[in-house]
C-alpha cells in the first residue's frame, strides 16, 4: 500500500521574464520530500532526466500484468509559466519488464503544485515489481507556444499535401 506524503504550501515566485528571449537557462523550483531524489541525467548527452520512485524502505510495489498504480517520486515542482514537463517511459524497462505509462507523454502544467507522481502499467507477462530509488520515467522541460485558431469556411483539402488524409500506416509499414 502507498501513503500519501502531505506537504505545507510551499511559497512560489511568479517568473515574468521570458526566458527563451533573454537567453537565461528557466529554472525550476522543486521541493523533495524526505528520501526523494533530483531528477538527473544518466549520461551527458541524455536529453532527459531519470525520475526515481520515493517509497518507504520498507514497500515494494507489485504490479499484476495490466495493473496500473501511480507512483509517487517524492517531487513538487514550480514550473515557469509557458513551459510545461513532459512525462515519458524509459524504453529498458519497457523493454525488459512491459513498464509503460499509459498516458505518455504525461504533461505537468506550469499552474500544477501537487506531487507529481507517474502513472504506470504492467504491459508485461511477470509481476512488475518498484522499490524505492528506482527509476521509473524521464521528464523533459519543454516550452508551451500560445497560439490562435484559424477558423476555415470550408472543409481542408486533402490533396494540399502528398499525404492528404491518409491515417495510420498510410505513409508505409517499414
Same mark, same amino acid.
Given at each position: 500500500?502507498?501513503?500519501?506524503?502531505?506537504?505545507?504550501?510551499?511559497?512560489?515566485?511568479?517568473?515574468?521574464?521570458?526566458?527563451?528571449?533573454?537567453?537565461?537557462?528557466?529554472?525550476?523550483?522543486?521541493?523533495?520530500?524526505?528520501?526523494?531524489?533530483?531528477?538527473?541525467?544518466?549520461?551527458?548527452?541524455?536529453?532527459?532526466? =531519470?525520475?526515481?520512485?520515493?517509497?518507504?524502505?520498507?514497500?515494494?510495489?507489485?504490479?499484476?500484468?495490466?495493473?496500473? $498504480?501511480?507512483?509517487?517520486?517524492?517531487?513538487?515542482?514550480? $514550473?515557469?509559466?509557458?513551459?510545461?514537463?513532459?512525462?515519458?517511459?524509459?524504453?529498458?524497462?519497457?523493454?525488459?519488464?512491459?513498464?509503460?505509462?499509459?498516458?505518455?507523454?504525461?504533461?505537468? @502544467?506550469? @499552474?500544477?503544485?501537487?506531487?507529481?507522481?507517474?502513472?504506470?502499467?504492467?504491459?508485461?507477462?511477470?509481476?512488475?515489481?518498484?522499490?524505492?530509488?528506482?527509476?521509473?520515467?524521464?521528464?523533459?522541460?519543454?516550452?508551451?507556444? @500560445?497560439?490562435?485558431?484559424?477558423?476555415?469556411?470550408?472543409?481542408? =483539402?486533402? @490533396?494540399?499535401?502528398?499525404?492528404?488524409?491518409?491515417?495510420?500506416?498510410?505513409?508505409?509499414?517499414?
Amino acid at each position: 500500500m502507498v501513503t500519501e506524503t502531505t506537504v505545507a504550501a510551499v511559497p512560489i515566485a511568479a517568473v515574468t521574464a521570458d526566458l527563451t528571449m533573454s537567453g537565461e537557462r528557466p529554472r525550476v523550483q522543486v521541493f523533495l520530500a524526505p528520501g526523494a531524489r533530483l531528477p538527473e541525467k544518466a549520461t551527458p548527452g541524455a536529453a532527459a532526466l =531519470d525520475v526515481y520512485a520515493c517509497l518507504p524502505p520498507d514497500l515494494e510495489i507489485v504490479l499484476g500484468p495490466g495493473d496500473r $498504480i501511480d507512483v509517487p517520486t517524492g517531487l513538487w515542482f514550480a $514550473i515557469p509559466p509557458g513551459y510545461l514537463i513532459s512525462v515519458r517511459a524509459r524504453s529498458g524497462r519497457a523493454l525488459r519488464e512491459g513498464m509503460a505509462l499509459p498516458n505518455a507523454p504525461g504533461t505537468i @502544467d506550469s @499552474d500544477y503544485r501537487g506531487e507529481f507522481r507517474v502513472l504506470v502499467v504492467n504491459l508485461g507477462q511477470a509481476p512488475l515489481r518498484i522499490k524505492h530509488g528506482e527509476r521509473i520515467a524521464q521528464i523533459l522541460l519543454e516550452r508551451s507556444i @500560445d497560439f490562435d485558431w484559424e477558423e476555415s469556411k470550408t472543409p481542408l =483539402d486533402p @490533396d494540399a499535401t502528398h499525404r492528404g488524409a491518409g491515417g495510420f500506416g498510410s505513409t508505409g509499414l517499414a
